[in-house]
């Protein structure tokens, strides 16, 4: 009996295939989800003062103020049941040392942390711009139904983030912070960075597949589709910059700056310390120099990373 658990232990599927290991990840990604979620309902009965109808009732109703904080309490157990835990799950059937496989053992220095800053914030004039040509796309009249219900999505959950956003006190803005900003960035960096973008470069044998194909389930799962295009660019960015430093803390500190960004932005905007157009700056007639300099600046950025990346031996080999 102890020494089934020892194998167990040392990664039961660590010579299995990536297809394997990719159909096991997912039902455990279903799992997890499924399993946290009944848990929150449970909780959240006793926790918000709720009866079960009520409860379910309220997850359909965004626009009533007294369950902002309902939503908000579901969405961090939604993150939790689906892309905190089952990295760890996944990475203890996977292999031996966890913090290894997920690649958050290794320390960053404070120079690469700044690079990774100001690469990051170097880059939102041009995701914007790309945003702002993403949401003009339209689909053929044939798929108009299609088209509305994408719309209409769409709306929904711009309605759903732009109600989270809204701070008007610092315990406001820091709960945001945490909800939008923390528990995302290393919950999805884990798994689609340490979990799908590695087993899909392991079954293709190629690198920059298994890069792009985890960014296309990364900003399909959002289920926004006319910010589709941007959100896969920035988890290219961020599958890149795994590779090139070799530790998941750095792409968990893009993804942090990217979704704090926002945060910040939305919340000196309710305090109207900030013109609401600062949201959309690169995409507004007029910012081409904001899209130059920000073209310009993230080339630089990524090639002085990548050679930095490079001459410290750092990034990923194999």
Do not use: C
Not at 173 to 191: C, D, K, Q, S, W
């Amino acid at each position: 009996m102890f020494g089934i658990f020892v194998a167990m232990r040392d990664g039961l599927l660590q010579n299995t295939g990536p297809f394997t290991k990719l159909v096991f990840a997912a039902f455990i990604v279903i799992s997890s989800f499924l399993i946290t979620l009944v848990a929150g309902l449970a909780l959240a009965m006793p926790l918000f003062g709720m009866g079960f109808m009520e409860l379910i009732d309220s997850l359909s109703n965004i626009a009533h103020p007294r369950y902002v904080d309902l939503l908000k309490y579901f969405q961090v157990v939604q993150s939790t049941g689906l892309f905190i835990i089952p990295p760890f799950i996944l990475a203890w059937f996977f292999s031996s040392n966890v913090s290894r496989y997920l690649r958050i053992d290794k320390r960053i220095s404070s120079r690469t942390a700044v690079l990774t800053v100001v690469l990051t914030l170097s880059a939102i004039p041009l995701i914007n711009l790309i945003a702002h040509f993403n949401a003009q796309l339209s689909l053929p009249e044939s798929l108009s139904s299609i088209e509305e219900w994408m719309k209409s999505t769409e709306e929904a959950a711009n309605n759903l983030i732009k109600r989270f956003l809204r701070a008007d006190t610092a315990i406001d803005l820091f709960i945001n912070l945490v909800m939008i900003a923390m528990i995302p960035a290393i919950g999805e960096e884990l798994l689609f960075r340490g979990i799908i973008q590695r087993l899909f470069s392991e079954w293709t044998g190629n690198r920059h597949a298994g890069i792009w194909i985890a960014a296309l389930i990364f900003s399909a799962m959002h289920i926004q589709f006319y910010g589709f295009i941007p959100r896969t660019m920035l988890g290219v960015l961020f599958g890149y910059l795994l590779v090139w430093s070799g530790t998941m803390w750095v792409p968990v500190i893009a993804h942090f700056v990217n979704n704090a960004a926002a945060v910040f932005v939305y919340y000196f905007i309710y305090q109207n310390r900030l013109s609401e157009d600062i949201e959309t700056i690169g995409a507004d007639r007029g910012d081409w120099i904001f899209v130059a300099a920000s073209l310009v600046l993230l080339a630089y950025f990524i090639t002085a990373f990548y050679r930095r990346e490079r001459k410290t031996g750092q990034g990923i080999s194999g």
